[in-house]
């Protein structure tokens, strides 16, 4: 066991804090972290949190023993997911929820979505995108209707018209979640007009939900989509999940599943257009090999773009445990309740591992492998994402779909110059402005 280290401060002038984290909450982490390693991290409405941003650090989180570690709550995603949600469930319960959902979202059953994934894209691009058209169109709006229809389709199964209704409701729950109510607990209360309509969105999108359930209820087993395997779940004791429990489920995996992919695609589409001589060898890549979504996804120029993209823009920054009891981690002596975590970009941006960490160079993942403790966008150990083998089977068949079907142009003023940044918004970090393409044909 590591020698013992006394704590590190707690940062005085919390709201400070906060203000500075909000403004860039990537280089706010970085800062913190090189003060030492682990470092402390405190904001007003929240318990203070020991993050690592070192492969040694993530090792000693990920391998904390499973009993001894929980969701921490009060969680700022609470609201958008719900207390009976995956993210925040524990124990037997959390355990017997995994079981059954894992199967659904690996191997075979994921590469049987592989044509449904590719199709949908091209439906997508087909309403975005206009040969020889000068309108420009925001590409993260475009990676968001694609990924919503691929999620609903995991989740419910394949049907006709039903993006027509999810569409608006999600986009408007997802906006309803601004960083303050995100990041300020103490806004969260009725009569404070954001948080209204973010309750009014959340009920909306709970009564498509609601009814979904309740036509399969009626009508029986679907095509053993995640609904079908939810509505399975017994846990020890017998118990079924409940409508309310199973629609926060639900409404986790729908936006879990898509906004963190649909930021990564957008991440992608940039810095694949930002540096032309990457994009010609990625585009000839593909070139070389058949459409078949599986053997696309195996390329490797192509999987290096997205694990470096993953990299460089992590768009879950921040994977969170709280100890259910004292434990010593990186040295220090810890009470039950203290929340550990992991900053990603931090981990991510460190010299030692990542020469030249802030430079997009995908490069780096052809001539070398990584360990799941340099490299964690999907977190790691016993909670590690479960849609990772969804969300990197995806990312790559995307791709491939747009650079084989259209050319496009990034919009000027981002093409020369202003770097955009990964800034928190609901449940994953975005880029700070839009990222607009238009044709370049
Ligand atoms: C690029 C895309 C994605 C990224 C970067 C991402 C990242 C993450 C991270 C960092 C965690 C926390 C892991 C931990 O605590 O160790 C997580 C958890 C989770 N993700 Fe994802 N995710 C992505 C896509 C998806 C998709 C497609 C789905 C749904 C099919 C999904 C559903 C979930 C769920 C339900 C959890 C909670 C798992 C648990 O606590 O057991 N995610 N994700």
Redesign the pocket.
């Known amino acids: 066991m590591t020698a013992h280290r006394p704590a590190p401060a707690a940062p005085r002038w919390p709201l400070l804090h906060a203000m500075a984290a909000g403004r860039d909450f990537e280089s706010y982490l970085r800062k913190r972290a090189a003060t030492g390693d682990p470092f402390q991290v405190g904001f007003p409405g929240f318990p203070p949190v020991l993050f690592t941003g070192t492969p040694e650090g993530a090792r000693e989180l ?1 391998r904390v023993p499973v009993p001894l570690v929980t ?1 921490p709550r009060p969680n700022p995603i609470e609201p958008m997911v719900g207390a009976a ?5 524990a124990g037997d319960r ?1 355990r017997t ?2 079981a059954l ?1 894992a199967p659904a ?1 690996h191997g075979q059953r994921v590469r049987a979505l592989g044509t449904m994934i590719r199709d949908t894209a091209l439906a997508e691009l087909e309403s975005w995108y206009r040969p020889g058209d000068s309108a420009p169109f925001d590409a993260l709006t475009m990676a968001r209707a694609i ?1 919503r229809r691929v ?1 609903l389709a ?1 989740v419910f199964g394949p049907g006709d018209g039903r993006d027509a209704d999810y569409a608006s409701a999600v986009n408007t729950f997802l906006d309803a979640f601004t960083m303050p109510l995100l990041a300020a607990p103490a806004l969260r209360r009725r009569g404070y007009h954001p948080w209204a309509r973010f309750v009014t969105a959340r009920t909306q999108l709970d009564r498509l939900i609601l009814a979904d359930i309740a036509r399969r209820r009626t009508q029986g087993p679907g095509t053993g989509d ?1 609904l079908d395997l939810l509505l399975a779940i017994r846990y020890d004791d017998g118990t079924a999940l409940t409508d309310a429990e199973l629609c926060e489920q639900l409404r ?2 729908i936006v ?3 906004e ?2 649909a ?2 695609l957008t991440w992608a589409l940039y810095h694949l257009h930002r540096e032309p001589g990457l994009l010609t060898r990625t585009t000839a890549e593909l070139a070389g090999a058949s459409d078949d979504p599986a053997e696309q996804a195996s390329l490797p120029l192509l999987d290096a773009v997205c694990l470096e993209t ?1 990299r460089l823009h ?3 920054p921040i ?3 709280t100890l259910t009891e004292p434990w010593r981690w990186l040295g220090v002596d810890l009470a039950a309740g203290q929340t550990i975590g992991l900053a ?1 970009g931090v981990l991510h941006s460190s010299p030692a591992c990542w020469p030249a960490p802030r430079l997009f160079h995908p490069d780096r993942f052809l001539d070398r492998k990584v360990t799941p403790f340099e490299y ?13 083998t ?3 089977y ?2 790559r068949i995307v791709l491939a779909t747009v650079l084989t079907t259209v050319r496009l142009r990034l919009v000027p003023g981002l093409a020369l110059g202003g770097r955009p940044r990964s800034v928190p918004r609901n449940l ?1 970090s975005a880029p700070d402005r839009a990222i607009q393409f238009t044709s370049a044909q």
């Not at 949600?85 to 469930?89: H, Q, R, V």
């Not at 964690?376 to 990772?388: K, L, N, S």
């Open positions: 990920f969701p949600s995956l993210i925040l469930s959390h929820e995994r959902l979202l990924t999620i995991a995640l986790t995996l879990a599943g898509h963190t992919t930021t990564t993953l992590p768009p879950v994977v969170l445990r990603v964690a966008p999907f977190g790691g150990g016993h909670r590690r994402c479960i849609g990772a969804l969300a990197e995806e990312l994953a």
